[in-house]
């Protein structure tokens, strides 16, 4: 299995909102700067510090079904302009529809399909 250092895993760009949930606090529509399989870099101003622990949620909606995905993550780096997160745990659903969103939004979808094959998660739960 590849370390957890950023540059081990595809990183793709994610023009998508999310509402993270920090100490009780809820911040809405939060602009996700990019996507990985362990982690995403959330844009915003936040009270927060390294290692807290939140909640992120994407709403995904489709013509027929409305979607909430929930990902628990350690917040791994702390900037003016938004946190870098790292999962900690999610369900399978979750984690295929972040492999949907990165092979679609990759310019390598050998590379990062590879990716998958050597983290394929458990059948309770993804934890990293």
């Known amino acids: 299995m590849k370390s957890k250092d950023?540059?081990?895993?595809?990183?793709?760009?994610?023009?998508?909102?999310?509402?993270?949930i920090l100490h009780d606090k809820v911040y809405e529509d939060q602009p996700i700067k990019n996507l990985s399989l362990i982690g995403m870099f959330i844009a915003g101003s936040f009270d927060a510090a390294l290692n807290d622990i939140c909640t992120v949620e994407l709403h995904e909606t489709g013509r027929h079904t409305c979607l909430t995905l929930s990902f628990?993550?350690?917040?791994?780096?702390?900037?003016?302009?938004?946190?870098?997160?790292?999962?900690?745990?999610?369900?399978?659903?979750?984690?295929?529809?972040?492999?949907?969103?990165i092979l679609y939004a990759t310019q390598d979808p050998l590379s990062v399909a590879e990716e998958f094959l050597e983290d394929f998660p458990p059948n309770q739960g993804v934890s990293h």
Do not use: C, H
């Open 6 to 20: 950023k540059r081990s895993y595809a990183r793709v760009l994610f023009n998508r909102k999310a509402r993270l």
């Open 72 to 101: 628990i993550a350690k917040i791994v780096r702390v900037e003016k302009d938004g946190l870098g997160l790292e999962f900690e745990n999610m369900q399978p659903d979750s984690y295929m529809f972040l492999q949907t969103m």
